[in-house]
């Protein structure tokens, strides 16, 4: 049981660049969800899924786009990479958001340089 | 729209003392709280997890507690270890079809030997 998997750990991309950030959990979890960490801003939600062909936007999702083909993955692309996504990327999963008793599980994080 | 604060940003502390971390949340219609630690350059793992029907929970030295009429949780750390220098964060699961958990900015505890 991996848990949640984010590739890769650390890119550097230059600005206009595209990428696509990979997330993967084998838990049978419903909801999956992206976030971005920066100093002084704390989490904030880029695009949650609440199960397979249904995605949605959440605080931050200008210059990104998800996809859910599956119930497992979850892959976050950035469509022309600029300096201001210079961050830590974090992909969070849980059985159901519906529910109160439902913990949300964190990969490990991807490190993303725009230079 | 749902505003958490934790104070305070930073505390220090020597090994084997009690402490408390703070967070407040401005919207009561809450569906769970949930507390984090975060080490350095790592993700975040779930400690507790408080439903709003529920008042406290216990894991080991950690004792978290909610009161939601006052948008308030602590959570509690028992003689307190080095091992336990991290960024702890809380995360407030709120009602409405948004799905969002909007997360405090996170208290840097440093437990010195």
């Known amino acids: 049981n991996a848990g949640v998997t984010q590739t890769p750990k650390f890119q550097v991309l230059k600005t206009g660049q595209s990428m696509t950030l990979q997330c993967a959990q084998d838990?049978?979890?419903?909801?999956m969800s992206w976030y971005r960490q920066d100093p002084g801003m704390g989490l904030r939600l880029i695009h949650y899924s609440v199960g397979a062909g249904i995605t949605d936007q959440g605080e931050v999702p200008n210059g990104y786009n998800v996809s859910r083909s599956t119930t497992e993955d979850f892959p976050l692309r950035l469509l022309s990479a600029a300096p201001s996504q210079t961050s830590v990327y974090f992909c969070?999963?849980?059985?159901?958001?519906?529910?109160?008793?439902?913990?949300?599980?964190f990969g490990a994080g991807s490190r993303l340089t725009v230079l | 729209k749902q505003e958490v604060t934790q104070i305070p940003a930073a505390l220090s502390v020597p090994e084997g003392e009690n402490l408390v971390l703070n967070c407040s949340f401005t919207?009561?219609?809450?569906?769970?709280l949930q507390w984090f630690r975060q080490d350095p350059g790592k993700g975040l793992t779930s400690l507790l997890l408080?439903?709003?029907?529920?008042r406290e929970q216990t894991s080991g030295r950690l004792n978290a507690s909610l009161d939601k009429s006052s948008g308030r949780s602590t959570l509690y750390i028992a003689a307190s270890q080095p091992g336990d220098s991290a960024t702890y964060l809380c995360?407030?699961?709120?009602?409405?079809?948004?799905?969002?958990?909007?997360f405090g900015k996170g208290t840097l505890l440093t437990v010195n030997p």
């Open positions: 838990m049978n979890h419903e909801y």
């Open positions: 995360a407030v699961k709120s009602g409405g079809s948004n799905y969002k958990l909007t």
């Open positions: 919207d009561s219609a809450i569906y769970n």
């Open positions: 969070a999963s849980s059985y159901s958001i519906k529910s109160g008793a439902n913990v949300l599980t």
């Open positions: 408080i439903q709003s029907s529920q």
